[in-house]
């Protein structure tokens, strides 16, 4: 905790930088994923090659896709978020396939009963009582995107792994210490926020549910 009091200007910017990258990357990851979840939900030929797809990307090593993409998108936080971002799609577009799945068929019906279009019941219906279990999956996400993020500090992104890269190559453990564990604090953070938020919207689907 030594460095994290002696440099609380220096952590909190790099905190600020790393939140920027996560949550830059996990919106552009929900602004892609979502929709293609609720498409395959009705085209279910395209499950299989997203959902591969999608799994592939996430098993490449970040330095190898940081790598690849350097030629393209050159060092900086540009390649982060892009990276960030498909590594975040598996876990959006398999929850948000999941939540609309898990729509209980009678919610449904009484939907058609009442002469609502496919439009609206995925509006008003599918997507209000899929919206905990897809939020679990941005949870996932973004979790998963601080640990990678700070990785991304070797190719000029910033971040907290610019704590621990730097404490690296002067031989500072304390520097690498406050680094990992301001890293893990913020994902814990996020973690809890993110959980708090879907359990609220459990608790308000369960009743809407019923009704249906």
Excluded: C, K
């Amino acid at each position: 905790m030594t460095y994290l009091l002696e440099n609380p200007e220096r952590v909190w910017a790099l905190t600020l930088v790393h939140i920027q990258l996560v949550g830059t990357s996990v919106a552009i990851a929900m602004l892609i994923g979502i929709p293609v979840g609720i498409i395959i939900t009705r085209l279910r030929w395209l499950e299989a090659p997203v959902i591969n797809t999608t799994g592939i990307l996430y098993t490449i090593p970040s330095l190898a896709l940081f790598a690849i993409m350097i030629p393209f998108t050159g060092i900086g936080a540009t390649t982060v978020i892009i990276a960030l971002a498909a590594y975040s799609l598996l876990a959006i577009v398999r929850n948000t396939v999941a939540g609309i799945d898990g729509v209980p068929p009678a919610t449904l019906d009484a939907a058609r009963g009442m002469g609502m279009t496919g439009g609206q019941r995925l509006v008003l219906v599918e997507l209000p009582l899929a919206l905990p279990v897809i939020l679990a999956g941005i949870r996932l996400a973004a979790v998963a995107a601080v640990g990678i993020a700070t990785i991304g500090a070797v190719v000029g992104a910033g971040g907290l792994g610019r704590l621990i890269f730097d404490g690296m190559r002067t031989l500072d453990a304390d520097e690498i210490l406050a680094g990992a564990i301001a890293a893990s604090l913020l994902a814990i953070v996020i973690d809890w926020g993110l959980a708090r938020l879907g359990d609220s919207l459990r608790r308000d689907a369960s009743p809407a549910a019923g009704r249906g």
